[in-house]
Structure formats: structure tokens, C-alpha cells
């Protein structure tokens, strides 16, 4: 969403409002449309956060000694797969997605 000067609030000093002068409502609608313009990178990095702790809670099940069974190898794959499958922010709209008790619900976060 692109705001405009028009959408600009006016300040508050000492709790009165206060009209702000162009050049301010400019910045802030510079500062604004800035932040909003990279709200994809954010949301590729809660994903990313996402995607490694899912692969640290099986990164024991690389060790030597352990056999790593087939339906865990290609789901990490799937995992480390994720930024060069979803692409734009609808995908990591829907990869962020969670439930009414907060879990995510879009299936590639859930372990086989």
C-alpha cells in the first residue's frame, strides 16, 4: 500500500495536534512507502528463520552414527528448497499462514 502526503496524520506536541509542514509529511511518507517496499525481504526472513530451527530439530539425524531415513532427507530438501520455490510474497503470505492457536499451517513446516 503507497500512502500519500494526504494520508498523513497530523502530530502531536504536548498533546495537541499539531499540522505538520510538507516537508515532514513528505519523510514520513518516504519513510513509510521505504519500510513498506521491503516487506517481502522481511517476510522471506521470518521464513527463513522458520526453516532453520525446522532443520536443527533433525540435525541429530545427520550424525554418522544415525541413519537419516528417506522421508526426513527429502523433506530438509524441501526446506533448504524454499526460498528458490517461493519466490514473491503471496508464497511467503502463505508459508507464514497460522491457525487460530498461532501454528503454521501450510504443510512443508510439518516434520513426516
Known amino acids: 500500500m503507497t500512502i500519500t502526503k494526504d494520508d498523513i496524520a497530523p502530530k502531536f506536541v504536548n498533546g495537541v495536534a499539531v499540522e505538520m509542514t510538507e516537508e515532514e509529511k513528505q519523510a514520513r511518507v518516504d519513510e513509510w512507502n521505504a519500510w513498506e517496499s521491503k516487506s517481502g525481504e522481511r517476510k ?3 521464513v527463513k528463520k522458520i ?6 530439530e ?6 554418522s552414527d544415525v541413519t537419516m531415513p528417506d522421508n ?3 523433506w ?5 528448497d524454499i526460498p ?4 514473491d510474497e503471496n508464497a511467503y503470505d502463505l508459508l507464514l499462514a497460522r491457525n487460530d492457536a498461532g ?3 501450510h504443510s512443508i513446516w510439518s516434520k513426516p
Open 44 to 46: 522471506l526472513e521470518q
Open 51 to 56: 526453516r532453520l530451527q525446522k532443520l536443527i
Open 58 to 63: 533433525t540435525d541429530y539425524l545427520a550424525n
Open 72 to 74: 526426513i532427507k527429502t
Open 76 to 80: 530438509r530438501q524441501s526446506l533448504r
Open 84 to 87: 528458490a520455490n517461493h519466490t
Open 103 to 105: 501454528e503454521l499451517t
